[in-house]
C-alpha cells in the first residue's frame, strides 16, 4: 500500500491537481466553442443569399474536431483526480472529505462520484462522451444515404456543447472538485459506510449514462423546431439514442434498488424514498417517449408529443439533480445543502428547460403531422398512446406526492410524510391497466385490427392467464398481489405466443429466424422483463420475517426450514472492526442438509465513528434468505444477538427482469442481419 502510495505520489508531478484544474477550464472554453462555432457556421449558411442550402460554412468542420478536444480534456482532469485520491492527496478538500489512507483502492475512486462536486463532474463528462460518440455516426453521403444528414449532426453537437458549457461553468464556479485545503490534514475523513460497496461504484455511472443520455433527443428536439421539420426519418435518427439512454436508466435503477435492497439491510428494495422518485420520474417519461418514437418512425404520427416527451424527460433529469443538490429533498441519497448550487442548478433548469418550452410553443405550428383521426384506436399505435397517456398519469402522482411535502413546508412551514401507503394507493390503479394494455398491443398490427382476428389471438395468452388464477392467488395471499401477478404472467405470456406465432410464419431455420426484425425480439425481451419485475414485487409483498434475540446455538423456524445461530465472532477489515454472526439454514433442524451459511456483520468504522449493518443474503431462484446482526449484548459473559430474518420470495426476479429489460433494448440496437428469404404468409 505504501508503494503505490508513493507511485501515484510522483505521478502527482505529471497529473497534479493544478493540471486538472486548468484541464476543467480548457474543456469550458472549448465546450463554449463546440456550440457557438458551428452554430454560427449554421446561421452564415442560411443568411448568406449567395449561396443555396447546401452551402458550408468552413466553420461547421470544427464541430467534430472540437467535441474530441472538450472530451479528452474533461478525461485529464479525471486522470488527475484519480490520481489524487490513489496518492492520498488530502491537501484537495474533496479526497480529505471522501477518502482515508486505509479505504481500499476502488472506493477511492468510486468515492469521486459520491459526493457533489465529483459526481457533477461524472455527469459532464459523460455528456461529452455521448456528444463524441454522436460525433463519430457517419454522416449522409453518396455512398451513405441513409445515414444522419451532416447539417444535422453538426447542430445536435452544437446543442449539447451549450448543455455541457452551461454545467462546466456550474463546476468552475461553485462545486470545483481541485480546490485545495489548508492547513492539510494528515488523514482523511473517509466515505460514508454505506457508499463503500460494489453495486455504489457502478450505480451513479450507470444511473448519470441514462439521464445525460436523454440530452441527445433533447437536441432532436430542438433542431426540429429551428428547422421547422420532423418525420419518419427524423424518428430513425433519433430512436437508437433514446433506447441506450432508457436502457442505461434502466439498469441503473435496479442497481440503486439492489443496493438500497442489499446494504440498507432493511429488507426492502425500494421505499419511495424522494431521490429514488426523481430517478423513476424521467424513467417513466422515456419509456412514453421510446414508444411514441417508434410510432412516429413507423406511421409519421405523433411527431409534437414526440418532441415535447423529449423536453419533459431530459427537463426531469435535470430537476432531479437539482432536486438532490440543492437540500430541498431530505434522503440518504442526496447531497449537503448548499443553496447557491441550487440557484445556479435551478438557473440552469429554468435556461434549457424554460427555453425549450419557449421554442416550443413558437415553432410547434411549424411542425405538421397527421391528426390523431389519422390512425385507429383499436391499434398497436392506438394502444401506445393510451399506454403513453397512463405513464405520463404515474409521472404526475409520483412527482406530486414527491414535491408536495417540500413545498408545503416552503410555503406554510408545515412539516409533511408522503410515504409508501399514499404511493400505491395511487400508483397501482394505473400500473394494473398499463400491464392489461401491454399484453394486449402487443399482439395487433399497425393501423386497424380486426377485432375477431384479434381475439383469436389473444385467446391462448387469456387462457394461460385465467388457468393460472388459483394458484396465483394460492401462492400470493395478498388479493392485490395475487391480481397484479396475474397480470405480469399475462404481459409475459402474451409477448411468447406472439413471438412464437410470428416465428411460426416463418421458414424454419436460424437464417429465417435471424431475418426477422430485431424489434420484435427487442419488444419481447423488454415486456417479459417488465413481467419478470412485476412477479418479483408480488413475491415481496408476501415476505416472511422473524426478529429474535438468540443465544450460540438457537434454533429458530422461518419459511419451513432452520435458522441456527452457531456463533458470534469478531472480524478485522481493512478499515472496519466487525462482529460476524455465522448462521446455518437447514432444511430441517440437526438435518445434514445444508442449505446455505449466512455471515451478517456489525461493522464499526473508526475514521467516522460510524456503525453499518453488512447483510447476508443467500439469492436463490424462488426466495432470498436474508440476515442482518442489529445488536450484540454481553450480559454476564453471555452473549446475545439481536436478528432480523427474511425469506423474501421472488426477491431476485425484481432485478432480473430489469436487465431482461435493458438488453431488450441493447437488442435494438444490434446491427440488422442482411438476409434475404421469403416468407410462408404475412405476419
Known amino acids: 500500500m505504501a508503494s503505490s502510495t508513493l507511485f501515484f505520489t510522483h505521478l502527482s508531478i505529471f497529473f497534479s491537481p493544478e493540471v486538472g484544474h486548468f484541464a476543467l477550464a480548457l474543456a469550458c472554453a472549448l465546450a463554449l466553442l463546440q456550440a457557438l462555432l458551428p452554430s454560427l457556421g449554421l446561421w452564415l449558411c442560411r443568411t448568406d443569399p449567395a449561396h443555396g442550402p447546401s452551402s458550408q460554412s468552413p466553420l461547421l468542420q470544427f464541430a467534430k474536431p472540437l467535441t474530441y478536444s472538450h472530451a479528452l480534456a474533461l478525461l485529464l482532469a479525471w486522470s488527475c483526480l484519480i490520481t489524487a485520491a490513489l496518492g492520498d492527496d488530502f491537501s484537495l478538500r474533496l479526497i480529505a472529505e471522501t477518502s482515508a489512507t486505509s479505504k481500499p483502492w476502488p472506493y477511492k475512486i468510486a468515492g469521486l462520484w459520491g459526493n457533489h462536486e465529483g459526481s457533477l463532474l461524472l455527469w459532464v463528462t459523460l455528456l461529452s462522451l455521448w456528444s463524441s460518440l454522436l460525433a463519430t455516426v457517419p454522416h449522409q453521403s453518396l455512398h451513405r444515404p441513409t445515414n444522419i444528414p451532416a447539417r444535422l449532426q453538426t447542430r445536435l453537437i452544437a446543442l449539447l456543447g451549450y448543455i455541457s458549457a452551461g454545467f462546466l461553468l456550474f463546476c ?61 426519418l427524423w424518428a ?58 417508434i410510432v412516429t418512425e413507423k406511421r409519421s404520427t405523433l411527431l409534437l408529443w414526440c418532441i415535447l416527451l423529449a423536453i419533459a424527460t431530459f427537463s426531469l433529469s435535470l430537476s432531479g439533480t437539482f432536486l438532490v443538490r440543492s437540500g430541498i429533498l431530505n434522503s440518504v441519497h442526496a447531497f449537503a445543502n448548499d443553496p447557491a448550487r441550487g440557484v445556479f442548478i435551478l438557473t440552469l433548469l429554468a435556461l434549457f428547460t424554460g427555453g425549450s418550452l419557449l421554442l416550443f410553443a413558437a415553432r410547434s405550428h411549424k411542425i405538421t403531422s397527421p391528426s390523431f383521426g389519422a390512425f385507429h384506436l383499436f391499434s398497436r399505435e392506438g394502444t401506445i398512446l393510451v399506454n403513453n397517456m397512463l405513464l405520463c398519469t404515474l409521472c404526475a402522482v409520483i412527482l406530486t406526492g414527491t414535491m408536495y411535502p417540500p413545498f408545503m413546508q416552503l410555503l406554510f412551514g408545515r412539516t409533511l410524510s408522503v410515504g409508501k401507503p399514499f404511493f400505491d394507493a395511487t400508483t397501482i390503479p394505473l400500473a394494473l ?92 425481451c423488454a415486456h417479459i422483463g417488465v413481467g419478470i419485475t412485476i412477479l418479483g414485487i408480488c413475491g415481496m409483498a408476501t415476505t416472511q420475517e422473524r426478529i429474535i434475540e438468540a443465544t450460540a446455538g438457537t434454533h ?47 461493522r464499526i468504522f473508526p475514521a467516522q465513528n460510524q456503525r453499518t449493518l453488512h447483510v447476508a443474503i443467500t439469492h436463490r431462484l424462488f426466495g432470498d434468505l436474508y440476515a442482518v446482526l442489529g445488536s450484540v449484548k454481553n450480559d454476564h459473559n453471555q452473549y446475545s444477538a439481536i436478528l432480523r430474518l427474511h425469506y423474501n420470495p421472488l426477491a431476485s426476479w425484481i432485478w432480473l427482469g430489469g436487465i431482461i429489460m435493458a438488453c431488450g433494448g441493447a437488442i435494438s440496437l444490434r446491427p440488422r442481419i442482411p438476409f434475404r428469404i421469403r416468407r410462408k404468409q404475412p405476419v
Open 556 to 602: 429458530i423456524s422461518l419459511a419451513g426450514q432452520d435458522w441456527c445461530l452457531d456463533r458470534l465472532t469478531p472480524q478485522h477489515g481493512p478499515n472496519f472492526e466487525a462482529i460476524e454472526a455465522r448462521i446455518t439454514v437447514r432444511s430441517a433442524p440437526r438435518s445434514a442438509n445444508i442449505i446455505t451459511i449466512l455471515h451478517p456483520q456489525i
Open 433 to 524: 391497466p398499463l400491464l392489461a394494455i401491454i399484453g394486449i398491443g402487443i399482439t395487433l398490427p399497425w393501423r386497424y385490427a380486426p377485432p375477431a382476428r384479434t381475439w383469436r389471438r389473444l385467446t391462448p395468452a387469456l387462457l394461460i392467464t385465467l388457468g393460472n388464477a388459483v394458484p396465483a392467488f394460492w401462492l400470493f395471499p395478498s388479493p392485490l398481489a395475487g391480481l397484479s401477478a396475474l397480470f405480469a404472467l399475462w404481459v409475459i405470456t402474451s409477448s411468447v405466443i406472439d413471438l412464437a406465432r410470428r416465428l411460426h410464419a416463418l421458414p424454419s431455420g436460424l437464417r429465417s429466424y435471424l431475418r426477422l426484425p430485431r424489434s420484435l425480439y427487442a419488444a419481447c
Open 172 to 232: 468552475l464556479t461553485t462545486s470545483n472538485p481541485f480546490l485545495r485545503l489548508w492547513p492539510v490534514p494528515l488523514e482523511g475523513m473517509g466515505m460514508n459506510p454505506l457508499l463503500q460497496d460494489p453495486g455504489l461504484a457502478l450505480h451513479p455511472p450507470l444511473l448519470y449514462s441514462g439521464y445525460v443520455g436523454f440530452a441527445v433527443p433533447l437536441a432532436f428536439a430542438i433542431s426540429a423546431l429551428l428547422e421547422g421539420r420532423a418525420d419518419a
Open 236 to 293: 430513425h435518427f433519433m430512436r437508437p439514442w433514446v433506447i441506450s439512454a432508457w436502457s442505461l436508466l434502466t439498469l441503473g435503477i435496479a442497481l440503486g434498488s439492489w443496493w438500497s435492497y442489499a446494504v440498507l439491510g432493511w429488507g426492502g428494495y425500494w421505499f419511495w424514498d424522494p431521490v429514488e422518485n426523481a430517478a423513476l420520474i424521467p424513467w417513466l417519461t422515456g419509456t412514453a417517449l421510446l414508444h411514441s418514437v
